[in-house]
């Protein structure tokens, strides 16, 4: 499509005239915002100044997505120049592209609303437990590279997006913030960037076209690739892993670690992940023992003869380095305790400012030895976003980059480059809340932050970083279960990770043969069905319950998860005589505790339904004549159905 021409922005009196001298739907109505400084640009607290703020409107020719016709105008507040310039393109439809370019140093702030009609859920990428919708005086998001990522979607009924915005700087500071404005009932968004004449434009992205609101991330992640070249994902990084960490804690050596290698490739992992443990002899946790990153002599004593062995087991090998600490028990140390950004006393470490090439480059060192000298295949970057300081201080004299961001991305790039001299396909994971898409060129694949034994909140934060994680896999976090948990609660937690790749991490060796038996079946499903799982098209439901029915799919296979008592409507092509170009085969898997699916169907028709418990036994293999409307199958808890149409 064709965009429309670029739109200028119009200056409009301040807001102590504008009400009189402007048209009502011109100037929004007043929002309380606590804290805001007198002369700022309201609700932005941290920028005093004695500068006169310069207010403009910039039209669209979008419309409100509720039917009323109104066009949706950009409120843009500049602070400290009105040397600066807008610009709104319609880029698709529904859909503009905000710019602003200043002719020196400005704060520039956009804000619009859309009337809050309808709205179910706020969504943004920081994994919270509620969608619920904030008020307008909510403190807005500082997202950076090291730090969340800058997009957000409100979201409606049938799970369409009534507004879903991003903002194209994902490396420097934006800050971002959104909610309810008490005094209209509607919905505000903000989006405000510090503006320099060399640096990078404010540019925005709003999307006001109704579509489910996964489609309109999708669209958001396309926007952000553009001119992004990422090297790949290793295949390793697609297949289920181990992980030593809630298994094994700091109890890590070599002779350990290959006992549950064997254990992981026999049901089904491809990779290890040696965590925190095997650069120390101490075992009271905290990060007092990082900087130094020696390996253990004593629980490792030929790593690189280790690894070889956990490479015959067919496993890839990764090590786990806490990437910003410099632990006050090291000889790192005394080194760097004058470099340092952060102090972080609750954990016995401090942060060196990557700003100083001599920090990067000693960081680098340490880090690239896994590979180069031990063989490894790759390394679990951890504690990324400690390298964002609410507010840095000035770069230090020796610093040889002006801001914290370009330090890290300097870092990691750097690191990046150096590790696939030796190994082009490293495996490098990341994690949230480090999701930016600055960050795409140098990871593999991201993690979702912790959420130890629990399954919803593991779901839901993986569905999350699905849906803007771009090139990356996206891991689930680490998967345990009591010694004592049933099969069918074992295929649960399984299943609650299921659009994404599974770690697992617990003793294998103390596994029950049904425990093993599920994990067998279910991670056999992982690897047989990794393409439509983890890169078909994902369209999860209701993030305002956390999403209860999750499907992926592609033109041959459609996936649904059910974590509650929901039907399910069989998708085009099956069993509704689609056609050769819709989806063959419908796997559902079953997280509920009700056994009974509800099939819905479009017409009549014959299919084929596989029926699997929990460790794969089958149940039922019987051909279904479908009816139109429900359709009751009975699946049991953590079980599968397979619904083939047939031909």
Not at 77 to 103: I, P
Request: contains cysteine; glycine residues 8%; charged residues 20%.
């Amino acid at each position: 499509m064709t965009p429309t021409p670029a739109t200028p922005a119009h200056d409009v009196p301040t807001a102590d005239t504008a009400a009189s001298a402007t048209p009502a739907h011109d100037v929004p109505t007043p929002a309380w915002r606590p804290n805001a400084p007198t002369g700022s640009p309201s609700g932005t607290p941290g920028h005093p100044t004695t500068a006169t703020p310069t207010h403009r409107t910039l039209p669209t020719d979008l419309l409100h997505p509720t039917g009323t016709g109104t066009p949706l105008l950009i409120h843009l507040t500049g602070l400290g120049s009105d040397r600066w310039q807008a610009s709104a393109t319609r880029v698709a439809d529904g859909v503009a592209l905000v710019e602003v370019t200043a002719a020196e140093a400005v704060t520039v702030r956009a804000e619009w609303r859309v009337p809050c009609v309808g709205a179910t859920a706020y969504w943004t990428p920081d994994s919270k437990a509620d969608r619920w919708l904030p008020p307008s005086w909510s403190a807005p998001r500082t997202v950076s590279l090291a730090l969340g990522a800058p997009v957000a979607s409100l979201i409606g009924a049938d799970d369409r997006a009534l507004c879903t915005t991003a903002a194209g700087e994902t490396a420097a500071p934006v800050r971002v913030g959104a909610g309810v404005v008490e005094e209209s009932g509607e919905f505000a968004f903000t989006v405000e960037q510090d503006l320099t004449p060399d640096g990078p434009p404010l540019r925005v992205r709003i999307d006001l076209s109704g579509r489910h609101f996964a489609a309109t991330l999708r669209a958001v992640t396309d926007w952000w690739a553009e001119g992004t070249d990422h090297p790949g994902v290793a295949p390793a990084a697609r297949m289920p892993a181990y992980s030593t960490w809630y298994s094994l804690h700091q109890n890590v050596d070599a002779a350990t670690v290959e006992r549950q290698a064997a254990l992981a490739a026999a049901v089904g992992c491809e990779s290890i992940i040696v965590d925190d443990g095997w650069q120390t002899s101490d075992r009271n946790r905290g990060y007092g023992h990082c900087g130094d990153w020696d390996i253990n002599p004593k629980a490792f004593p030929e790593p690189a003869a280790h690894v070889a062995e956990v490479h015959r087991l067919g496993l890839a090998y990764l090590l786990w380095y806490a990437l910003p600490f410099i632990g006050r028990h090291n000889e790192a140390w005394d080194r760097f305790k004058d470099l340092i950004l952060r102090d972080e006393p609750r954990l016995d470490a401090a942060v060196p400012d990557p700003r100083h090439p001599e920090v990067r480059a000693y960081l680098i060192d340490k880090v690239a030895r896994a590979v180069e000298e031990w063989g490894m295949d790759g390394v679990k970057l951890d504690f990324i976003d400690r390298f964002a300081v609410p507010e840095p201080p000035p770069a230090p004299a020796g610093a040889d980059h002006a801001t914290v961001h370009e330090g890290v991305r300097a870092l990691l790039a750097d690191l990046d480059a150096r590790l696939r001299r030796t190994r082009p396909d490293v495996i490098v994971e990341h994690r949230q809340p480090y999701v930016s898409p600055g960050l795409w060129p140098y990871a593999t694949m991201v993690r979702a932050t912790d959420c130890p034994l629990s399954p919803a909140e593991n779901r839901q934060r993986t569905v999350d970083c699905r849906l803007v994680a771009g090139p990356l896999a996206v891991h689930a976090d680490m998967i345990m279960w009591h010694s004592a948990e049933t099969p069918e609660s074992v295929a649960v937690h399984l299943v609650n990770a299921l659009f994404s790749v599974p770690q697992i991490s617990v003793d294998l060796a103390a596994q029950t043969p049904d425990q093993l038996a599920t994990l067998r079946f279910w991670l056999g499903v992982f690897r047989r069905y990794a393409d439509v799982l983890q890169r078909g098209t994902l369209e999860p439901a209701r993030p305002d319950l956390g999403y209860p029915l999750v499907r992926a799919g592609d033109h041959h296979t459609t996936v649904v998860a059910r974590y509650g008592p929901l039907p399910i409507e069989l998708p085009a092509g099956l069993p509704d005589g689609g056609g050769a170009d819709g989806p063959r085969t419908l796997l559902v898997a079953n997280a509920d505790s009700d056994p009974v699916v509800l099939l819905t169907a479009t017409r009549p028709e014959r299919a084929l339904a596989l029926v699997q418990d929990c460790r794969g036994e089958i149940l039922s293999e019987t051909t279904l004549d479908l009816v139109v409307g429900v359709n009751p199958v009975t699946v049991p808890t953590g079980g599968l159905l397979t619904l083939t149409r047939e031909a």
